[in-house]
C-alpha cells in the first residue's frame, strides 16, 4: 500500500512551453501533497505546500507564477511549469501525507518517483 | 524545523552493520526524527521514524539518544542495493532535507 504515482517520468520541452506533471495517491487519500525540486547532486528542496481545495503555499523564492500547482482531488496534485527554461530543467518530487495520518503526532509521507524535466 | 547534521559519506561492507550517526541539537520536544534514503534518480524511501524511543523495523533500527540531540540509523546487514543517500530528517509537517549521508556499500 501507500503508492504514490508520477507522470510523466519524464519529459523533454522546448523552451517557452508549459509541461505538467501529475502526481497521484493510488491506495489512500491526501489531503496535503508535496512539490520537491532537486538539481544533480543537491538535496531535495522544498517547493510547496498542496492542500486539497485550497491555493499551494510556497516556499521562499519559489515563483507562485511559474510554478502552478492544483490540487483538486484528495488523489490528484498537478504541477505546471509555465513558460519554461533550460534553467526549469530538474528532478520534480511529489509526496503524499496520508489523510488518516491527521490524527497522528508524526509526519507519514509517501514519495513519487519522481519526473525528469529537460527544456531545450 | 530543527538543522540536522551528517557525515557526507561512508562506507560499508557487505554483510556488516552500518551505522549513520546525525546531530540535531536543536530539535524540539515534538518534533520527530526521520530517516529517508534515496537511490539514484528515485524518489525518497521512509525508512524509520521515532520520538524518544528506540525503534526497530524490518529495514533498520533507529537509537535516540536520551537528550534526543542525535540518533543513529542502523543497516544490520548491508547489502549492495543499501547504496543510496540518507537523509535523516527532524521535524513535523514539511520535510526539510539536509545534504544526507551518501554510504556505499562494498563487495
Known amino acids: 500500500g501507500a503508492v504514490v504515482s508520477q507522470h510523466p517520468s519524464w519529459v523533454i520541452c522546448k523552451s517557452g512551453t508549459s509541461v505538467k506533471i501529475e502526481c497521484r495517491s493510488l491506495?489512500?487519500?491526501?489531503?496535503?501533497m508535496f512539490w520537491y525540486r532537486q538539481f544533480p547532486k543537491q538535496s531535495l528542496m522544498l517547493m510547496a505546500t498542496?492542500?486539497?481545495?485550497?491555493?499551494?503555499?510556497?516556499e521562499q523564492g519559489v515563483e507562485k507564477d511559474k510554478f502552478l500547482i492544483n490540487h483538486a482531488s484528495l488523489t490528484l496534485s498537478t504541477l505546471t511549469v509555465t513558460s519554461a527554461h533550460p534553467e526549469d530543467s530538474s528532478f520534480y518530487i511529489c509526496?503524499?501525507?496520508?489523510?488518516?495520518?491527521?490524527?497522528?503526532?508524526?509526519?507519514?509521507?509517501?514519495f513519487g518517483p519522481g519526473t525528469r524535466l529537460t527544456v531545450t | 524545523d530543527a538543522k540536522t547534521t551528517q557525515p557526507p559519506s561512508m562506507d560499508c561492507a557487505e554483510g556488516r552493520a552500518a551505522n549513520l550517526p546525525c546531530n540535531h541539537s536543536?530539535?524540539?520536544?515534538?518534533?520527530?526524527v526521520y530517516w529517508y534514503r534515496q537511490i539514484h534518480s528515485q524518489g525518497p524511501q521512509y525508512i524509520i521514524h521515532?520520538?524518544?524511543n528506540n525503534e526497530t523495523n524490518e529495514m533498520a533500527s533507529l537509537i535516540i539518544t536520551e537528550d534526543r540531540k542525535s540518533s543513529t540509523l542502523i543497516l544490520p546487514h548491508a547489502t549492495l542495493r543499501d547504496t543510496a543517500v540518507y537523509y535523516c530528517?527532524?521535524?513535523?509537517?514539511?520535510?526539510?532535507f539536509g545534504k544526507g549521508t551518501s554510504l556505499l556499500v562494498t563487495p
Open positions: 536543536t530539535i524540539s520536544g515534538n518534533e520527530y
Open positions: 498542496s492542500n486539497e481545495g485550497s491555493k499551494a503555499t510556497y
Open positions: 530528517i527532524a521535524g513535523g509537517y514539511a520535510l526539510n
Open positions: 509526496s503524499a501525507r496520508d489523510v488518516v495520518a491527521g490524527w497522528r503526532e508524526y509526519d507519514e509521507q509517501y
Open positions: 521515532g520520538l524518544k
Open positions: 491506495d489512500f487519500q491526501a489531503t496535503t
